[in-house]
């Protein structure tokens, strides 16, 4: 999945590679994200069928995405005939990351193209959040150069990974040295659970937050209001006071200026986005909801928090960090919530404008 070449020196006996020419394939929903690699597809079901081979162990470049390596042995290319669930499974997903040089590029607002690791028209994935999403979606973390950091940064280098991903094994190593036992045949992967993996996730999952060690200083905690954030004060925090002790961030929540609208809060270091999730249930009339499956299907779980002014509208946002001040954090949250005055005015319901990205995925740096 690289250009590096490999000396043929070191391909033994009758274990050969092959090159094939890149050809890439779209899943039906025509999500770049989810765009598989058809030479990949072709070359493992060959590799399967020869019989020669007990295990595959592919590598992808530092910017790859893990989730669409994986769905490519989920996928069925039916044009060409392909399901490789028919000849192979993912055993592992390892992601390496740099010890020296993590929290450098983990608060760095850089995307791939600002430091040319890309040739993609229109790629301007951070860096930050690619390294988020290969720490998140990882059953094994190899930290590498373990060996150019003192005890203590390693200690809270591990502690802020763990909770980024507290299902996965963290192997500390110098020079990737680690033993095979610890990344092959360990039957950790299992697709449905590594999507729900994140610390983000399981933080938002929990009832009550039990206090984690405060050791290192990592610590996580949710908030929630079913008031709407005041648009400016809002869109302020965000640009001009967001703390640096938060790491990482991600929920839902609504902004008084688009009541209508549900938005995905994501934040990785140096890097938020604020995504469009949808609408929300109580913008359409009752008479309008009950003609979407969806909506029937879970009527009990979405009524049982329901608001009587507000509807389903919430505001829910895990934060991670080192050090945080979290009520400081809250109280600052809580002052970027419309007043009750404002609310009074039911100004709300009819929307205004303001400063927030109309562009789904739209990028933010603070």
Not at 104 to 133: A, W
Not at 206 to 224: A, L
Request: net charge negative; hydrophobic share 40%.
């Amino acid at each position: 999945m690289s250009e590096v070449n490999v000396d043929a020196a070191l391909v033994k006996n009758e274990n050969t590679l092959s090159r094939t020419e890149e050809k890439l394939v779209e899943m039906s929903n025509g999500c770049i994200c989810c765009t598989l690699r058809e030479d990949l597809m072709i070359e493992v079901e060959r590799l399967a069928k020869e019989n020669r081979f007990d295990y595959l162990l592919i590598e992808s470049t530092g910017i790859s995405e893990p989730v669409p390596v994986a769905q490519t042995f989920s996928f069925i290319d039916e044009e060409n005939g392909i399901d490789l669930s028919r000849f192979s499974y993912i055993d592992t997903m390892v992601t390496v990351v740099d010890a020296f040089n993590f929290f450098k590029d983990f608060g760095s607002p850089e995307t791939l193209m600002d430091r040319d690791l890309t040739n993609i028209e229109g790629d301007y994935r951070t860096i930050v959040n690619l390294l988020t999403d290969q720490i998140e979606f990882a059953n094994v973390i190899v930290l590498n150069k373990t060996d150019l950091v003192p005890k203590k940064h390693l200690a809270i280098l591990k502690a802020s990974i763990q909770k980024l991903n507290p299902a996965a094994r963290i192997i500390a190593s110098n020079y990737c040295k680690v033993a095979p036992k610890e990344i092959l045949h360990t039957g950790l992967f299992d697709f449905e659970e590594a999507e729900q993996s994140a610390g983000w996730i399981e933080e938002l999952q929990k009832d009550e937050h039990t206090p984690e060690t405060e050791e290192y200083g990592i610590s996580s905690f949710v908030f929630r209001s079913k008031k709407p954030f005041d648009a400016n004060r809002f869109w302020k925090f965000v640009q001009h006071e967001f703390p640096y002790s938060i790491i990482r961030s991600k929920g839902l929540f609504w902004i008084s200026s688009r009541p209508e609208q549900a938005l995905v809060w994501g934040q990785a270091g140096g890097s938020l986005k604020a995504d469009s999730a949808g609408v929300w249930w109580s913008s359409m009339a009752f008479d309008k909801r009950i003609k979407y499956a969806t909506f029937i299907d879970n009527q009990d779980h979405i009524e049982e928090d329901w608001h009587k002014d507000f509807g389903d509208r919430k505001n829910e946002i895990v934060f991670i960090g080192l050090d945080m001040d979290k009520e400081k954090i809250i109280a600052e949250l809580n002052n970027c919530l419309s007043t009750d005055k404002e609310i009074a005015h039911q100004s709300w319901r009819n929307g205004s404008e303001d400063n927030w990205p109309v562009e789904r995925a739209h990028v933010l740096q603070n």
